[in-house]
């Protein structure tokens, strides 16, 4: 990997994980554009670049990592157990499910969802003013949701945003939540794959990594922000729309 595939994959990845657009779907289509075999080397890489995009995550909601937050943080470890007990039980037969067929599909499906949750949406009846607002049932009700994840192609910030807003959760707080959310969830996948493939670190090109790594959190932190602000005036419609067409893309060309 040379230095401007490193760019370009720190870019896709930092713009993807948060937004409900799958960056496992661009992951895969940028990886093929730019003729990379998925290698352990790679993967050990995305790694990297999935470390960066939690620490913008960090940064930005440093106020809510503190002792003070404690209850905040039952409900996101709420949220993440369904996804780490299934995701664990079912590991064999989920990674049967990878393929650029299944993650084509999974875009069209949760862009049709996105369009049908957004047609019956209604913002008075979303009270919610502060993500700290969020009850441990809502959490559990997004948890649930999250496991759609698991889907390859579904995108865990889509699931755990529409799972949000079918709890009662407005646009803003569902994202807010997700974001938080993929902090233990991301850190738990990183971490295992990290273990899994350390011997791929050691042979690695410590300057493409260095670069992937930056890219990616600054990419992530400014997308978080834009993502937020675009949420105070737009729907996800666009979001929905823009998955159906991506999909069909995917399964024409790949």
């Known amino acids: 990997m040379d230095i401007f595939q490193s760019i370009i ?71 993440y157990l369904p996804l780490a007990i299934v995701g664990f039980i079912f590991r064999h037969q989920i990674k049967e499910l990878f393929s650029v067929q299944i993650v084509a599909i999974m875009f069209i499906v949760g862009g049709v969802v996105f369009l049908i949750v957004e047609k019956f949406y209604k913002e008075k009846k979303h009270t919610a003013l502060n993500v700290e607002d969020v009850t441990y049932k809502q959490s559990l009700w997004i948890g649930i949701a999250q496991v759609f994840a698991l889907i390859p192609g579904t ?58 790594f930056f890219v990616s959190f600054v990419v992530a932190f400014i997308t978080i922000k834009l993502f937020l602000s675009f949420l105070e005036r737009f729907t996800f419609v666009s979001f929905g729309v823009y998955r159906i067409v991506f999909g069909v893309l995917l399964l024409t060309l790949l």
């Not at 940028?30 to 790694?47: C, H, M, T, W, Y």
């Not at 990297?48 to 937050?69: N, T």
């Not at 959310?181 to 300057?207: C, I, Q, R």
């Open 155 to 212: 995108s865990r910030a889509g699931s755990t945003i529409i799972g949000g807003l079918l709890v009662g959760l407005n646009r803003k707080i569902s994202a807010e939540f997700s974001f938080l959310l993929a902090f233990p969830v991301m850190l738990t996948v990183s971490g295992y794959d990290m273990l899994k493939h350390y011997k791929e670190f050691s042979n690695a090109n410590l300057l493409t990594l260095g670069v992937g």
């Open 9 to 79: 994959l720190g870019i896709i990845e930092g713009f993807t994980e948060f937004l409900p657009i799958s960056s496992t779907g661009h992951m895969i289509v940028a990886s093929r554009f730019l003729g990379l075999p998925q290698s352990d080397n790679i993967k050990a890489f995305e790694v990297i670049i999935q470390l960066a995009a939690i620490l913008a995550v960090v940064v930005i909601y440093r106020e809510k990592f503190s002792l003070k937050k404690i209850e905040l943080w039952k409900k996101l470890i709420i949220a």
